[in-house]
């Protein structure tokens, strides 16, 4: 296959790396900063595949905190720079994938709700930085997750047809807005249950298990067309 006939991208947060654990301890400190306390990981699970200031706007006016949404922003980015610039793991099947896609010249590119500061940190980190170089934070569109335009963004810089990308998501939100872009899927759950959300059902390849199930070289093949 013509590799220039599909490009690759790549959500960041719960797909290429397991940060959200740095982003419920992020977002966490900061609800406490302002007075609210109780915060679980059941109720960050809710904002999964959201970007960031959709999340903060929406928990800031569910709690009526005062403080303007620019500052709650600004105060979880860099608690989450804190957690994660150094340590955020990367799933193992995804770096295989990555590596196998870039080895084979394939165009590749990362589209998230995070902050630009928060996905070259990561990136950088996790020594994936030169194999990712287009990266689109929902910071630079109109919308985040789950309207499409951080994947239609990602194709746009990568100079391909949004119909000839394939995007990989690990939440709801994101699978919705890869097919509103008019992308192949392959989904990868990252919350347990979740894998039989209806926006799931448009993936063309679903890992129902997670990470515990994504096999790098189905991916690869399915993605490919070889196999």
């Known amino acids: ?11 960041l947060d719960g797909t290429l790396v397991d940060s959200e654990p740095h982003y419920f301890e992020a977002g966490r400190r900061v609800l406490a900063a302002h007075g609210v306390t109780g915060f679980t990981w059941e109720d960050h699970t809710r904002f999964i595949g959201i970007g960031t200031r959709e999340t903060m706007e929406t928990l800031r006016a569910e709690h009526g905190i005062a403080a303007p949404v620019e500052q709650l922003l600004e105060e979880k980015n860099r608690s989450y ?8 793991p990367v799933f193992p099947g995804m770096r295989s994938l990555v590596e196998q896609l870039h080895g084979a010249a394939y ?14 940190a990561v990136l950088e980190g996790s020594g994936l930085a030169t194999l990712l170089p287009v990266r689109v934070s929902a910071e630079e569109v109109a919308h985040g997750k789950p309207e499409p335009d951080v994947f ?14 394939v995007a990989l998501e690990d939440a709801p939100p994101g699978a ?15 919350v347990r249950g979740t894998e039989k959300h209806p926006a799931f059902a448009s993936a063309g390849l679903l890992f129902a298990g997670g990470h515990a199930e994504f096999d790098a070289g189905r991916a690869f093949g399915w993605i490919t067309g070889a196999g």
Do not use: K, N
């Open 176 to 190: 919705e807005a890869a097919h509103r872009a008019g992308m192949r899927c392959v989904a990868v759950p990252y």
């Open 152 to 165: 239609l963004e990602a194709a746009r810089r990568l100079g391909v047809p949004a119909g000839r990308c």
């Open 107 to 120: 165009p590749l590119a990362v589209a998230s709700g995070s902050s630009r500061a928060a996905i070259d």
């Open 81 to 88: 720079l804190q957690l994660a610039g150094h340590s955020t």
């Open 1 to 11: 296959m013509d590799s220039s006939a599909t490009a690759v991208i790549f959500d």
